[in-house]
């Protein structure tokens, strides 16, 4: 077992899963850059599940801990992937980096803009790494669908986006990864702010800085999640159905519009409407391009998903080849990981940090914002924290 930088994996739930699937990829490919030396998790038997699991790949057994104070004091790690649900972010990342570690956070950064900001903070005064675990964008297909609308112009102007999900799916709050996903206090929030961080930080990949929101929202479920975590019995109260449209800087609207709570057919659309034709996704519109996208162009012209990621990949010289695609892995979660550790090893940004969390997140908030004010609202409003009518009751609950 080789490896300069020492990692821990705090959080071993669902999409731990995820991510040891990435270590996994990353060292089968001929990685040596890290060693996973920690499993956290108050649950042990998940910590111990994930810990088996890596010995799989790695040769060695990471150590088990309860506790992050456990993991501090022990010294086991020189960094941290956590990967908790999303109210306790900032109560496990910033004792990490009080404690020495560099830090990679799952999406969201934080519950909140201000438990995002708090995180970023830590990370500042304490000189550490701090990482925004999103790995959507960098997917080979969303990599490639970003280089054809930014330097390829496939579709020319972006002229107008709409993304549509509507379905009759319900959540299982029997499931133990949905046991706190139906509570705002836990969550920060519904599909916007889950699924739909993903969305919010493509679209500013690709269409820039968001300048303002309108947003109505529901919430028709009526379940009571038996035994949430810190809050027990609750009732499910995030949204679960909304229609929103975000107007960017530039000019271009989004519209944007969900229900998992909805009779009749399923429809799941995201087009990309541009001059000189229209890019549609092939996936679940929330994760934009991640299964790749088919191009209709202004002449009828069609321009397969394949197509597009072959072009683009000759287009890569070896030396981006090496920094978007390392070791030839092309799972975001391994790309994600390889991005942290890389970027503790030089010195050098991730290439998503704090601030770039921060601003996906700002966006699902705005969503929020705007809908209990019941009028548009401005994403720079929410991102400096001049409106916070919905987040206010999240961040006093947590004493944030």
Known sequence: MAGELRLALVGCGWIAEAHVAGYGDLMRRGCTAFTVTACCDPNVANAEKCAQAIAQFQGAQPAVFASVDGLIAARAADAADVCVPHAFHHRVAIPLLAGGLHVMVEKPMGIT?????AII???EKYGRVLAYGENVRRYLPARACTWAIHARRMIGDVR???????????FDYDRAAFKWRGSKLLTGGGMIMDSGAHLADMVQLLFGEPDEVVCTMATYDDQVIAGAPVLGDT???????????????????????????????????????????TLRDLGFPFHPFQAGAVAVLADGKTVSSGQIETEYAL????????????????????????????????????EMDGLDGLRAKALCETCYEAAVAGRPVRYADVLEGRVNAYQKPIDDFWQI
């Open 315 to 350: 287009s890569l010289s070896d030396t981006d080849k090496a920094r978007l695609f390392p070791y030839g892995a092309t799972d975001g979660f391994a790309i994600e990981v390889w991005d942290f550790v890389d970027a503790i090893a030089t010195g050098r940004k991730p």
């Open 235 to 277: 009732p499910a109260d995030v949204e679960d159905t909304w229609h929103a449209v975000i107007r960017f800087r530039s000019g271009l609207h989004l519209t944007w519009t969900y229900s998992r709570q909805l009779y009749g057919e399923p429809v799941r659309i995201a087009n990309y409407y541009g001059s000189a034709g």
């Open 160 to 170: 107008l986006v709409n993304i549509h999900s509507v379905e009759r799916a319900p």
């Open 113 to 117: 803009i201000k438990a995002s900001r």
């Open 121 to 123: 903070a830590a990370a």
